[in-house]
């Protein structure tokens, strides 16, 4: 029997308490010539909530729930293929499109994520599971192309909000999905398991699809379900199982972290989640994890670590995880989510210098001392691709897991 949540547990989220900044896109995140009035005014709240909280909400951004929900259909289809099948898209080095099992991919070389992914990062990709499964390629592409014009809406809002022409950062972003070769941009659809606990200390993690998710996503109902109170880091347990399979990463109260802490490492990401949600967040300037809540056809946007140096810091990339609760009728349900990772095209320089800075600018003491250092400063430039590929190293590690 699952426990009635009292009405002050279901006031314990960000989106309960009115921490997440919520941001109306007035229909107009996807159309190809925005209306200037929208984006004029999206720049000014980004502006806010971004330098504040590093993130917000997006809505009426123009992308149907409907589309949503089959892409993770035909997900859970991908991943219901034999191991064989399935192998014949996997990532492989030095490419970033393709299928990445679970364990795969690993955040600084340790922790293996417990999740299925499939990243898109060019419109004519050959490499997608058509004839296993009709109507992927042409749904996935679409839901790609529209992500890639939402990212262009935000990008001259952006420009907007640090009174730049507006054409600035679209102009540095204009190879978005033509491939890796040009530029990292990717959408993932990203499926996390169901766990379950069958005896003490074999905690596993289940395969195959989540049979009941898209009937919780038809509630117009926003998840206001409680955040966890993690105890500090150090209680982190990883469990490996006798054979190398991966089981789960326990928080010391129960809760299971699915994807651990990081920042994302390109401008921003845009991300869309399932009622389940599970995402945690470090708010700037705190050390403390929150659980951000579910808003039902909300899109987030959260500032990346090239926005961060474009910015001089003045828009935080966001720290964030995704956990799932020790409550057993949560972790038996699987969780499904699509993420576009915005990047400038390979060849852009990133330097923490292109953009003005109105509190620089009034401080002659700091101008005085940028050009005494401006040989050293120039040595720390790398462009987009570079940093990029350093991340990539961190991030994936060589292993045998499946």
């Given at each position: 029997?699952?426990?009635?949540?009292?009405?002050?547990?279901?006031?314990?989220?960000?989106?309960?308490?009115?921490?997440?900044?919520?941001?109306?896109?007035?229909?107009?995140?996807?159309?190809?010539?925005?209306?200037?009035?929208?984006?004029?005014?999206?720049?000014?709240?980004?502006?806010?909530?971004?330098?504040?909280?590093?993130?917000?909400?997006?809505?009426?951004?123009?992308?149907?729930?409907?589309?949503?929900?089959?892409?993770?259909?035909?997900?859970?289809?991908?991943?219901?293929?034999?191991?064989?099948?399935?192998?014949?898209?996997?990532?492989?080095?030095?490419?970033?499109?393709?299928?990445?099992?679970?364990?795969?991919?690993?955040?600084?070389?340790?922790?293996?994520?417990?999740?299925?992914?499939?990243?898109?990062?060019?419109?004519?990709?050959?490499?997608?599971?058509?004839?296993?499964?009709?109507?992927?390629?042409?749904?996935?592409?679409?839901?790609?192309?529209?992500?890639?014009?939402?990212?262009?809406?935000?990008?001259?809002?952006?420009?907007?909000?640090?009174?730049?022409?507006?054409?600035?950062?679209?102009?540095?972003?204009?190879?978005?999905?033509?491939?890796?070769?040009?530029?990292?941009?990717?959408l993932r659809m990203l499926y996390y398991p169901p766990i379950v606990d069958d005896e003490p200390g074999q905690n596993d993690v289940i395969k195959g699809r989540c049979q009941y998710s898209y009937q919780r996503c038809l509630s117009n109902q926003?998840?206001?379900?409680?955040?966890?109170?993690?105890?500090?880091?150090?209680?982190?347990?990883?469990?490996?199982?006798?054979?190398?399979?991966?089981?789960?990463?326990?928080?010391?109260?129960?809760?299971?972290?699915?994807?651990?802490?990081?920042?994302?490492?390109?401008?921003?990401?845009?991300?869309?989640?399932?009622?389940?949600?599970?995402?945690?967040?470090?708010?700037?300037?705190?050390?403390?994890?929150?659980?951000?809540?579910?808003?039902?056809?909300?899109?987030?946007?959260?500032?990346?670590?090239?926005?961060?140096?474009?910015?001089?810091?003045?828009?935080?990339?966001?720290?964030?995880?995704?956990?799932?609760?020790?409550?057993?009728?949560?972790?038996?349900?699987?969780?499904?989510?699509?993420?576009?990772?915005?990047?400038?095209?390979?060849?852009?320089?990133?330097?923490?210098?292109?953009?003005?800075?109105p509190d620089a600018a009034q401080d002659k003491a700091c101008l005085k001392q940028r050009k005494k250092s401006f040989k050293a400063a120039k040595e720390r430039v790398y462009n987009a691709y570079q940093l990029i590929q350093k991340k990539f190293?961190?991030?994936?590690?060589?292993?045998?897991?499946?």
């Amino acid at each position: 029997m699952i426990k009635t949540k009292s009405s002050d547990d279901k006031l314990d989220t960000l989106l309960s308490r009115s921490v997440v900044p919520i941001i109306d896109l007035a229909h107009c995140g996807i159309e190809e010539v925005p209306v200037k009035s929208v984006v004029n005014r999206v720049g000014h709240q980004l502006k806010k909530a971004l330098s504040e909280k590093g993130m917000a909400l997006l809505v009426n951004h123009g992308i149907s729930d409907e589309k949503l929900k089959t892409a993770w259909d035909h997900l859970d289809d991908f991943v219901d293929l034999p191991p064989d099948v399935r192998q014949h898209y996997i990532r492989t080095d030095g490419d970033k499109h393709g299928y990445v099992s679970r364990g795969q991919q690993r955040f600084d070389g340790k922790a293996p994520e417990l999740r299925h992914a499939f990243n898109i990062s060019t419109l004519n990709a050959q490499n997608l599971p058509e004839e296993p499964l009709p109507g992927f390629a042409d749904h996935i592409s679409t839901l790609a192309t529209d992500f890639k014009a939402l990212a262009s809406f935000i990008l001259q809002a952006l420009a907007v909000s640090l009174d730049i022409p507006h054409t600035f950062f679209l102009e540095k972003h204009s190879h978005m999905l033509s491939g890796d070769h040009d530029n990292m941009s990717s959408l993932r659809m990203l499926y996390y398991p169901p766990i379950v606990d069958d005896e003490p200390g074999q905690n596993d993690v289940i395969k195959g699809r989540c049979q009941y998710s898209y009937q919780r996503c038809l509630s117009n109902q926003p998840d206001f379900r409680p955040e966890h109170n993690p105890r500090d880091e150090d209680d982190l347990n990883e469990v490996d199982g006798p054979n190398g399979q991966l089981f789960e990463h326990k928080l010391g109260n129960g809760a299971v972290i699915q994807c651990p802490p990081h920042v994302d490492y390109g401008t921003f990401t845009l991300l869309s989640q399932d009622s389940e949600g599970g995402l945690e967040v470090k708010l700037p300037g705190s050390e403390k994890w929150h659980r951000v809540g579910h808003l039902p056809g909300s899109i987030l946007v959260n500032v990346g670590e090239i926005l961060n140096i474009w910015t001089q810091e003045r828009y935080p990339a966001l720290q964030h995880r995704v956990v799932i609760p020790e409550q057993e009728h949560i972790r038996a349900r699987g969780r499904h989510s699509i993420a576009f990772f915005c990047h400038p095209d390979n060849i852009t320089m990133i330097s923490p210098n292109d953009l003005p800075n109105p509190d620089a600018a009034q401080d002659k003491a700091c101008l005085k001392q940028r050009k005494k250092s401006f040989k050293a400063a120039k040595e720390r430039v790398y462009n987009a691709y570079q940093l990029i590929q350093k991340k990539f190293r961190d991030t994936y590690s060589n292993n045998n897991h499946s």
